[in-house]
Every structure is written in C-alpha cells, then in structure tokens.
C-alpha cells in the first residue's frame, strides 16, 4: 500500500476552496488512512483536529435507511408496504395536474420512500411546511411529515426519480413501526452497538463543531456562514432523517467499515446482517428514473434503497460492482465497498460547491484504490 498521492492531495484541498477537511478509510476493520488539512476555525487559526464535528447533512440518509432495512429484517416493516399503513396522513395524495392536483392513481410505498422515487419535492418552504410552523414553531417530526403529505406530487409514486424529503418521512415510519423517537432508535440500534459517542440532531459541544462556508462561484471564493446551524432542522423537535445528523469523522467511519464487513462492527456488533446489505445496494431505477438521476453526474452509479451504487466500471474510475454510499450538501463522502471490505468517510463543511461532487470526491475514491493496491 502506498497513500502518498492520497495524503497529497488532501494537503492541497485547502488550495482548492476546502478551509478544512478530514479523510479516514478502513478495510477489514483496521485503519488504513487518516489524513486532515486546514483549519477548524473561520479565522484559519486551529488546525483541524480529529474531534472536531460535522453537519453530515444527506450522508444521514445512510443512518436512516440502515435503520429502516433493520426493520425490514426483523419483519416490522416490508418495502412495499403502502405508507399510509404507518402515516395515515398519506392515504390520500394527490398529483400536480394542469388545473392544479389530481388524486393520485398510485399508493406510495416504503420503497418509493427508500428509492426517491415517491414523487415528493425538497422544497423546505413549502405552504404545508410554513403553515405547521405557524400553527407550532416547534412542530416534531411526525407533525411535519404528515403536514408534507398535503403537498400534492410531482409524478406518480414508483414512476420517476426526484431527490426530495422522502427520507424524513422514512423516519417518522421507523418511528411508528418501531415505537421508538428517531434519535432514540438510532441511539439503540447503531450508535451504541457500534461505539459512536458523537451522533446526535443538536450541537452539544459548540467548540468542537468545524466553521461552515458557502462557496460563491461568481467570485471564485468561499465566506464563512454566520449560522453554524442547519436549515433542514425544521424545528427544535424536528429530526431529519434526510439531512439531520452531526457528528465527528471517527464514529461515521466506523459506521461505514461495519457496513463494509458485512454488517459487523469491529468489537462483533452486528448492525445488518449481510443480505440485507445486499439488498440495500441493489439498483432499484428502471429507465426513466434513471435518466433523471443521471443527472446528478455521479458516474457509474445507479440509486438504491436511499444509497447511491456503482452499477458500471467502465465509467467513473476504479472500483468494485455494488459499492455504495452517499454525500452531504457541505461536501461530507461515504463510500462502502463490501467486496473489498473497504470504506471511508471524508468530511468538509462548505455549501453550494459543486466541485466536491464532481472531482473532489471521485478523486478521493480513485486514490483510495490506487494506493490500497499499490505493491
């Protein structure tokens, strides 16, 4: 092995509009790489530091859908069950239409949730969503979910691929099949059997939290946020299951190495079994909705059950079949490789910065590669 062009490369991402950044990759439950660059700090005065947090942003959808294919596993819930079944608010749906909505002729199931194929939108500032609001500034995540159901469709649920709040609602399923608060089943079910002692939906720590920036391509240069919060955070009960999550490099790639080993965490905790893994990662778009998600230029990736997954080799650099993962709206990177019993998890914190999804993070996975096979 040999990480040199690796370590090289993180070095100059602070040259490249990434104030700060942290890379770690295991394989097989033993650290292979760690490498940060930059500073933690908007002053660029502190280095980053191996503790500090992250808003994980989108990346929480591994969180969310991991929990959700437990269920499945335990035979709580099945992925085509129809989401009324757990949120009766969704019962009745209706889809945009020319004179405006139509009921919807199709039942949106679980694994159009999973899919992002339920024909949901992302739009945080919806009437529905403003409206829960009004009536409770601190509205939960069930109240809000099931304010969102009143919103009427893009298309048919199952027919078409649009990125969108369907993993919040996951979580207010996972909720009601479980029993349990969201953050208190991710708390039980993966948190404290895998050891990650940082997770969580609020700062708790404010000076271990790394300083957020938004990236402004008319001028070529990032400025810090004034808000270190995050906007997908509705409310101050809200949990989001699509962009909710903070926590430190460390607990999330030991998160990714466990679902990398088969489901099994490096002390023996098992999270997922490895079939339902398999099942996590299998494509689940057919050619319209696959169209729709090329756009997002992830190549060589089709969508899966809330995950992206790699689908083709001759696109997109080296790799294996059915590695899979996700990123985050400020630049945060999973990737899972089973086959290889090989993950990492690369945090960064700024916004509107396109660049990280399309060479950063493609980058990243061709030099993890190169020098995990290096001789």
């Avoid at 295991?26 to 908007?42: N, V």
């Avoid at 009745?92 to 694994?111: D, F, Q, S, W, Y």
């Avoid at 023996?268 to 909705?289: F, H, Y």
Wanted: proline fraction near 5%; charged fraction near 25%; glycine fraction near 8%.
């Amino acid at each position: 092995m040999d990480f040199t062009k690796l370590s090289a490369y993180v070095d100059a991402l602070p040259s490249l509009n990434v104030p700060g950044c942290d890379l770690m990759v295991f394989q097989d439950h033993r650290l292979l790489f760690r490498r940060s660059a930059g500073s933690r700090d908007a002053e660029g005065r502190q280095p980053v530091r191996e503790d500090d947090t992250y808003w994980l942003y989108s990346a929480t959808k591994l969180f969310t859908t991991c929990a959700a294919m437990q269920l499945v596993e335990k035979g709580k819930i099945h992925l085509d069950d129809p989401v009324s079944g757990y949120l009766p608010a969704y019962a009745r749906m209706t889809v945009k239409a020319e004179n405006g909505a139509r009921p919807a002729r199709r039942m949106m199931t679980l694994r159009h949730l999973m899919s992002m194929q339920s024909g949901m939108t992302y739009d945080l500032e919806s009437t529905a969503i403003r409206a829960a609001l009004k009536a409770c500034p601190e509205a939960d995540t069930r109240a809000l979910t099931d304010a969102m159901a009143s919103e009427p469709l893009e298309f048919e649920p199952g027919t078409d691929f649009l990125y969108s709040l369907s993993h919040d609602v996951l979580a207010a399923v996972i909720e009601e099949a479980s029993g349990e608060k969201f953050s208190a089943y991710l708390k039980k079910h993966i948190f404290d059997p895998l050891g990650l002692e940082t997770m969580g939906f609020a700062i708790r720590d404010p000076g271990r939290q790394s300083a957020q920036y938004f990236f402004h391509p008319e001028e070529g240069r990032v400025i810090p946020f004034s808000n270190a919060e995050n906007r997908f955070r509705l409310s101050p009960r809200y949990e989001s299951g699509g962009a909710g999550l903070l926590g430190d490099v460390r607990d999330y790639a030991l998160f990714a190495d466990a679902l990398a080993c088969g489901g099994e965490g490096k002390d023996g905790s098992r999270v997922l079994s490895p079939e339902m893994i398999q099942l996590w990662r299998a494509n689940q778009l057919e050619a319209k909705a696959r169209r729709s998600f090329d756009g997002w230029n992830r190549k060589g990736y089709s969508y899966a059950l809330g995950v992206r997954t790699r689908v083709d080799l001759s696109l997109g650099g080296p790799g294996s079949i059915g590695e899979f993962g996700w990123d985050g709206a400020a630049g945060a990177w999973t990737m899972v490789d089973p086959a290889r019993r090989l993950s990492a998890f690369f945090a960064m914190h700024v916004h509107n910065f396109n660049y990280a999804y399309d060479v950063i993070h493609p980058t990243l996975r061709q030099l993890i590669y190169e020098g995990a096979d290096a001789k």
